[in-house]
């Protein structure tokens, strides 16, 4: 069953209080085609602006909110229509009934000028009360700024509920979410006059960081379960990078935390790979001497010098006089053995980055081989007429190659796209030598730094022994004192570090298996982008589409090739934008069979169309008379149940006979739409 209605505007009330009294316009409203008539510069404009005005949809037009409204609401008014006299505006509001599905009527006021009152505010009236007085409940929204369509006190967020709207929260550029707002669908049932014709959703608003904001309006208005598979997929796919990005978060804080500490944590993979648990590929090692030994060896080798520590008591310089003497020879020997096989891994390392350098300018220049290759794979394919030879010399090592490799007439010479595969194979190559490398570079740099660690130790051992030596015989030796509280210190420094490591892979496990989760999920979506029930809505727009270009005298060429496209729903010859290739006036023609297709399609199928279309000066580009008419024969025969809103400044004789035998209701503007009226 075909989508009701859920928004009729009923009754429209201004109203402005100047020195010379209070003007202001009454303009009821009825269901399927409503005309509102009026001569230009008379007050047309006024009335279509306080519609989207009342319903906060200002955005859509400009940033100010009262900038929307003409100034007759905003400035000034005239009020002698002979001599054009003006009068200043000193107190000015905007009132809308309205109704949904539920048959609630509600009426929507908000101030453009007041002394107390911001026009950031919305007045929700429970009850018609421009057409039927009475006391009513009333609540305030506010509305233009943050938190309109999310907060409960957001006007947005009532007149969606009011609707029946569930606005769906969107993947944004920035990785986190943004809801559709009301701004971004009203462009596919609000054509404004200035800016509106300009194309099909001409008017949308890009204040959100939500990416094919366009597609994504057109896909909730017709709910399309597309839509819905497709955020569902972006959705998926932000939550995956969010979890590879909370992965090299966690592993890089780790590493951070053992950088410079001679530790080393190994087969932790630098990208999040899904289902991954630890195996004995992971490692945390401690640079000891020439090596690498697992840490937790070498914690309980410490431990096992501490408790022999610990066991004997601290024996006084006297009775250890020579034992300290050959540990400061040995000492001093293993402080020349680390300085040595330190100068080693800092000459290894200079090495190391030096041809890291070189890989690394490789694989530029390997990107700027292929670029150029690619370039001109290109410009074969558009059919230009390009070099046989790109360079003389290597695409590998970029020496110049001899006359005698290249010769007069070269043969076999591979071909384009061959050399774009060859130096793809080539990138391959040196990406994974980069990651070598900077493997390799990273071991030595922590090896380098547990030598220097040692180092200093070595050198404060020495210290103390020579302290040792200095001080009287019955004096309690410095260095087993000293001793047991350095190996006290490793062995907490370590054993935290093991703790640390084995929350680190716990932590990286449920990561991995989040990950899988999601790309289960990812996997069981639907493979086609589109669906039968979809297809069936796209279907009826196009034909709807198509039969009311016939109607309305398109003109710009034929309607064989004519197709919504998959990507963005919008009409395509072949491949190309429609507006783009056809003259203004068919360009004007297009939307209105666009905006009245969707209207269409919602009495047919399921779908989130309030029922609701407004048209402010229709007839742009000197469309034709015959075409006019047949867009408001169009509109009125579909308008049944609905409510189409045509403003127009048409010449009364020729409209009124446009509308003969139409059901419609007409509202014809005397002079100014802004008369006085009675306080």
Known sequence: MAQRMTLKLEYLQLRAVTPRGIFGADVPLGEGLVVLRAENSKGKSTAVRSILFALGLERMITARATSLVTAAMRDTLIYDPVTKAEAPVRQSWVSLQVSNHDHEVVTLTRWVKDSTISDGIIRVTRGPALTSSGMYPTEDFFVGRG?????????????????????????????????????????????????????????????STVTDVRKRAIEFLLALETGGHELKRQELQAMLRGLDDQWKAVRGRFLDRTSGTGVSATGIPAQMKAAWSPDEKVALLAAVGDGWVPLA?????????????????VRSVGQISREIENQLRVALDRSARIQEHAAIIRDEILRDQGELSAVEGRLHALADDLRQYQDVATLQRLGAHTATDLQSDCPVCHRELPQTLLGDEPRHLMSIQDSINYIKQQVELFVVMEQDGRRALDAKNQQLAGLRSEASEVRSLIRRLRADLLSPNGAPSEEEVAERIILRQKVERMEGLLEEFDGLQAQLSRLASAAESLQRELSDLPKDRINERDQEKLDALRRSFVTQLHEYDFGSFSDERLRLSNDDYLPRRDDFDLQADISASDSIRVIWAYLIGLLEVSQQYDTNHPGLLVFDEPRQQSTKDVSFAALLQRASAHAAGGQVVLATSEKLEPLTEMLRDLPVVMHNVTGYLLQPVES
């Open 297 to 313: 060896e070498q914690v309980q080798t410490l431990t096992a010098a501490l408790e022999e520590a610990d066991g004997r008591p």
């Open 147 to 207: 938190g309109s369509v999310t907060s409960p006190k957001g006007f947005h967020n009532w007149l969606a509920r009011f609707i029946g709207w569930r606005l769906p929260e969107l993947p944004a550029r920035d990785g986190r979410t943004s809801p559709l707002y009301m701004e971004q669908v009203f462009p596919l049932l609000f054509v404004e006059q200035k800016r509106g014709w300009a194309g099909i959703q001409a008017q949308m608003p890009y204040f």
